[in-house]
Structure formats: structure tokens, C-alpha cells
């Protein structure tokens, strides 16, 4: 009995180092496909600033995970199905050692903001502006997430590296292809603007990003976008997103006239600038309409769209509007002038915050940067399009702004237009300031 008992004990031990070695060759052997594949392609071994494709950097188990996420920039979401010779046994290891907790996700505090746009179709101009203001304002570096259709990666590319090597120095960049669920492809994409659902899936993806910063493309930061992204210390700790109300005047707003499904508080939320705590939201159960079961984010997103898409008009919007409807503790709040458009200043003057401290971001919807029909707005985007790089900001951009602005007063925005400009003065002169205490 006891021969027996030694005999079995032997066979577990040859029988672990046996799946030591497996799982060891294995990873040595797509360690080494990897760098075949790379010199084969003349790739250099390190990961560019401007590339959205991850290059092993680990070996061993930690190699699988990096191969895995190389692969599939789902990584684990159950909504994309893995190419047939993706993963495999990696993934199936991966499955088995579990998932990361939150403190191994969240980044190294670096001091960058981070900041992602979706871009599709004729945004390439407008988003480069967006990013030219971000860079322009900011006194902290940034990271841009940049996901685009295929035929704009070389542009975005050309575009950025084409910035002064001064201007580069404070920014790094990203560029990402545009992925959706495989089975509602189409519909995904088509659900409201090209593309704009994408933000959906930003936790899914981005699985190694703490918290990040989502504008749309039609966003002018007339402040440092490290001012926003200071809210995340406003958080308690139930909030994981951050919008501003859609309306601040019932008697206009949207939502709550004509609806079809429910949306958050009195006038609904506006996604076009959403400040995410992104690990928190990949954790939280989110009650919902659908089930009395509490849904994870990645669970949540298909049924609801299966269930309200004859009812949302303004798409991925109206899909955050009912997620935080039934979940309102999750959302904070922040001021119309962190989301400043024309809805505000249209009618008369209806955002208060504004008013009285300036508009800190400006949201140029309904395509006012590019028609006549609200030229105060268009007048901000030109000015900053046009601007020089290196050149005197104050003499460059502001003066030439406000000169443009006072032909703008015979409309309602027109004449609001000094509350552009007062935020933007100051965030100039601070910039100039610490250029100079530098030099």
C-alpha cells in the first residue's frame, strides 16, 4: 500500500513539470514567432508612440496574456468572437489564472490626462483641432486615443508628427482601428453618427486604462483639459461617470418632451464630453429594466439595444441615458459650461455656471462649425485651425478671435460670445506665464 501510495505521488509530480515545461515552451515558442514575425515585417522591436499595436514585452505567462491582447483587441469581452487561430490555450491559461483585480488594471500614475475621440468619415480636420486645443491649453502632458476609420490613420499620422518637435514633447498618441461586435457589426456603427457608438465599448477595449477622458470630435477646450480631468477627485465612491445635463431649461429640453424611454433626471445627460473612472465602471453590476439580475457593462450593452433600438433617436446617448437612469448614484454631475452648445446660448442666455465663470469647453453639435447658421461658434474652431504654432497666443489667436466675435452680435450666441473668450484669456496668460518662468 505504501509502494502504492509513492508510485502515485511521483506520477503528480512528473506530471506538474510536465505542464511547467508545456506552458514554458509554449510561451517561448510565440515569444520567438513574434520576433520572426517582426523582423520578417523589418518592424523594430520597440512599440512607436504612434502605433496602436502592442508588441510583447513580458515573457511567460504574463507573454500569453500580451499575445492574447495583441490579437484580439476585445481581450475576454464575450461580444467579439476570437479569430479561429487566435489564442487557443492561451486564452484557455488566461481563463484559468483569473481575472486582474482592479489595482493591477489601473496604469502608473504618470501625471497624464488621458483623452479619447472616435473619428469617421470628414473628421479629420475637427478632430485635429480638438487635439490642437487640448495640446495648446494643457501645462501637463496628454494621451491621445485616437480611433479611427483605416483610410484616416495615415493622416492622423502625417498630421501629428507634422506638429513642432516642441508640441510633440507634450503629447503621446494612439491609433486604433474601429471594432465592433461582430454579430451587430452594422448596426452598431450605423446607430447614430458613424462610428459614435464606439465610446460603448471604450471599457472593453482600453482594458489597461484607469480613467479616461471621451469628447466628441466637435469639442474646443478653452481651458486645460487637466481641469476636467481634476473632477475624478469630486468623485464619492459610487460615481465611475461623469456628464452635464442635456437641457438646462425644461421648457426646451428634449428628453423629457419627447422621449421614448427612460432617461436621467429631469432633462437627460449629453455624452459629448463623458468623464469615466473606467475600472470602476468594468466591475460595477448595473441595475436595469431588462432583468432582476444586475448586468456587468459588457453584459448590458446588447440587450439593451435589442430592446430600445425602435425607441432612441440619438443612439448611443440615448443608451448611457437609460443605464444611468436605473442607475443614477453612479453618474456626477458637472456644470453646462464643461459642455457649452449652442442649446445654451440659442434662445437667450440658460447656463448659468457660464455666465458667470466662462465657458470652459465648447461643444460645436448640430455642425455649427462648418455653416453659417451660429458663426460665434465657427469663428472659436477657425481661430484655432489657423493658428500657428509658436506663435504669440494672445496676439495670435485671441486678439484675431475677439475681432471676429464682435461681428457675430446679431445672433443670441453672437452675443454671448464674451463668455468664450474669458476662460480662453485666462488659460493663455497662464500658459505664456509658465513659458516664461521656464525660459
Same mark, same amino acid.
Given at each position: 500500500?505504501?509502494?502504492?501510495?509513492?508510485?502515485?505521488?511521483?506520477?503528480?509530480?512528473?506530471?506538474?513539470?510536465?505542464? @511547467?515545461?508545456?506552458?514554458?515552451?509554449?510561451?517561448?515558442?510565440?515569444?520567438?514567432?513574434?520576433?520572426?514575425?517582426?523582423?520578417?515585417?523589418?518592424?523594430?522591436?520597440?512599440?512607436?508612440? &504612434?502605433?496602436?499595436?502592442?508588441?510583447?514585452?513580458?515573457?511567460?505567462?504574463?507573454?500569453?496574456?500580451?499575445?492574447?491582447?495583441?490579437?484580439?483587441?476585445?481581450?475576454?469581452?464575450?461580444?467579439?468572437?476570437?479569430?479561429? &487561430?487566435?489564442?487557443?490555450?492561451?486564452?484557455?491559461?488566461?481563463?484559468? *489564472?483569473?481575472? #486582474?483585480?482592479?489595482?493591477?488594471?489601473?496604469?502608473?500614475?504618470?501625471?497624464?490626462?488621458?483623452?479619447?475621440?472616435?473619428?469617421?468619415?470628414?473628421?479629420?480636420?475637427?478632430?485635429?483641432?480638438?487635439? /490642437?486645443?487640448?495640446?495648446?491649453? %494643457?501645462?501637463?502632458?496628454?494621451?491621445?486615443?485616437?480611433?479611427?476609420?483605416?483610410?484616416?490613420?495615415? $493622416?492622423?499620422?502625417?498630421?501629428?508628427?507634422?506638429?513642432? #518637435?516642441?508640441?510633440?514633447?507634450?503629447?503621446? !498618441?494612439?491609433?486604433? $482601428?474601429?471594432?465592433?461586435?461582430?454579430?451587430?457589426?452594422?448596426?452598431?456603427? /450605423?446607430?447614430?453618427? $458613424?462610428?459614435? %457608438?464606439?465610446?460603448?465599448?471604450?471599457?472593453? *477595449?482600453?482594458?489597461?486604462? &484607469?480613467?479616461? @477622458?471621451?469628447?466628441? +470630435?466637435?469639442?474646443?477646450?478653452?481651458?486645460?483639459?487637466?481641469?476636467?480631468?481634476?473632477?475624478?477627485?469630486?468623485?464619492?465612491?459610487?460615481?465611475?461617470?461623469?456628464?452635464?445635463?442635456?437641457?438646462?431649461?425644461?421648457?426646451?429640453?428634449? !428628453?423629457?418632451?419627447?422621449?421614448?424611454? $427612460?432617461?436621467?433626471?429631469?432633462?437627460?445627460?449629453?455624452?459629448?464630453?463623458?468623464?469615466?473612472?473606467? +475600472?470602476?465602471?468594468?466591475? /460595477?453590476?448595473?441595475?436595469?429594466?431588462?432583468?432582476?439580475?444586475?448586468?456587468?457593462?459588457?453584459?448590458?450593452?446588447?440587450?439593451?439595444?435589442?430592446? !430600445?433600438?425602435?425607441?432612441?433617436?440619438?443612439? =448611443?446617448?440615448?443608451?448611457?441615458?437609460?443605464?444611468?437612469?436605473?442607475?443614477?448614484?453612479?453618474?456626477?454631475?458637472?456644470?453646462?459650461?464643461?459642455?457649452?452648445?449652442? =442649446?445654451?446660448? *440659442?434662445?437667450?442666455?440658460?447656463?448659468?455656471?457660464?455666465?458667470?465663470?466662462?465657458?470652459? *469647453? @465648447?461643444?460645436?453639435?448640430?455642425?455649427?462649425?462648418?455653416?453659417?447658421?451660429?458663426?460665434?461658434?465657427?469663428?472659436?474652431? &477657425?481661430?484655432?485651425?489657423?493658428?500657428?504654432?509658436?506663435?504669440?497666443?494672445?496676439?495670435?489667436?485671441?486678439?484675431?478671435?475677439?475681432?471676429?466675435?464682435?461681428?457675430?452680435?446679431?445672433?443670441?450666441?453672437?452675443?454671448?460670445?464674451?463668455?468664450? +473668450?474669458?476662460?480662453?484669456?485666462?488659460?493663455?496668460?497662464?500658459?505664456?506665464?509658465?513659458?516664461?518662468?521656464?525660459?
Amino acid at each position: 500500500m505504501q509502494c502504492f501510495h509513492q508510485a502515485f505521488l511521483l506520477c503528480m509530480v512528473f506530471t506538474f513539470c510536465s505542464l @511547467l515545461y508545456m506552458f514554458n515552451q509554449l510561451a517561448s515558442t510565440l515569444e520567438g514567432r513574434d520576433d520572426w514575425d517582426r523582423k520578417e515585417r523589418g518592424e523594430p522591436g520597440r512599440l512607436s508612440h &504612434d502605433s496602436g499595436h502592442l508588441l510583447r514585452k513580458h515573457p511567460g505567462l504574463a507573454g500569453l496574456r500580451e499575445r492574447c491582447k495583441k490579437l484580439s483587441v476585445s481581450y475576454w469581452s464575450p461580444y467579439w468572437r476570437l479569430p479561429a &487561430d487566435v489564442c487557443g490555450v492561451n486564452c484557455l491559461l488566461e481563463s484559468s *489564472i483569473g481575472e #486582474r483585480s482592479g489595482s493591477e488594471v489601473k496604469e502608473h500614475g504618470d501625471g497624464r490626462s488621458h483623452l479619447a475621440v472616435v473619428a469617421c468619415g470628414a473628421r479629420l480636420e475637427e478632430t485635429l483641432a480638438m487635439l /490642437k486645443s487640448a495640446v495648446l491649453l %494643457s501645462k501637463k502632458p496628454l494621451h491621445f486615443y485616437i480611433f479611427a476609420e483605416d483610410d484616416l490613420h495615415d $493622416p492622423f499620422r502625417n498630421a501629428l508628427d507634422s506638429w513642432p #518637435r516642441t508640441v510633440q514633447t507634450k503629447f503621446n !498618441y494612439t491609433i486604433y $482601428p474601429i471594432t465592433f461586435p461582430k454579430e451587430n457589426a452594422k448596426e452598431w456603427k /450605423k446607430l447614430f453618427k $458613424p462610428c459614435a %457608438s464606439q465610446r460603448l465599448f471604450l471599457p472593453l *477595449i482600453l482594458k489597461e486604462v &484607469d480613467s479616461l @477622458l471621451y469628447v466628441d +470630435t466637435d469639442i474646443i477646450f478653452l481651458q486645460p483639459v487637466e481641469d476636467i480631468w481634476a473632477l475624478l477627485s469630486r468623485f464619492n465612491s459610487s460615481h465611475l461617470a461623469a456628464m452635464a445635463p442635456e437641457h438646462e431649461e425644461p421648457r426646451i429640453g428634449w !428628453y423629457n418632451r419627447f422621449a421614448r424611454h $427612460p432617461y436621467y433626471g429631469k432633462t437627460g445627460v449629453n455624452s459629448g464630453v463623458m468623464l469615466m473612472n473606467m +475600472t470602476r465602471l468594468r466591475k /460595477k453590476s448595473f441595475k436595469n429594466d431588462m432583468t432582476t439580475v444586475a448586468l456587468k457593462w459588457e453584459e448590458i450593452l446588447m440587450p439593451l439595444l435589442q430592446k !430600445y433600438k425602435l425607441n432612441i433617436t440619438w443612439g =448611443d446617448q440615448d443608451l448611457l441615458n437609460i443605464i444611468f437612469h436605473h442607475n443614477p448614484e453612479s453618474l456626477y454631475v458637472f456644470p453646462c459650461q464643461w459642455n457649452y452648445r449652442p =442649446d445654451h446660448c *440659442i434662445y437667450g442666455s440658460n447656463c448659468q455656471q457660464a455666465d458667470q465663470e466662462g465657458v470652459f *469647453i @465648447l461643444h460645436g453639435n448640430r455642425g455649427v462649425y462648418h455653416d453659417d447658421k451660429q458663426p460665434a461658434f465657427r469663428a472659436v474652431y &477657425d481661430a484655432i485651425r489657423k493658428y500657428p504654432f509658436g506663435e504669440n497666443m494672445e496676439t495670435s489667436l485671441l486678439q484675431p478671435l475677439e475681432a471676429s466675435l464682435q461681428t457675430t452680435t446679431n445672433t443670441y450666441c453672437g452675443r454671448s460670445s464674451h463668455l468664450f +473668450t474669458k476662460k480662453l484669456k485666462q488659460s493663455i496668460m497662464s500658459v505664456q506665464q509658465d513659458v516664461t518662468q521656464r525660459r
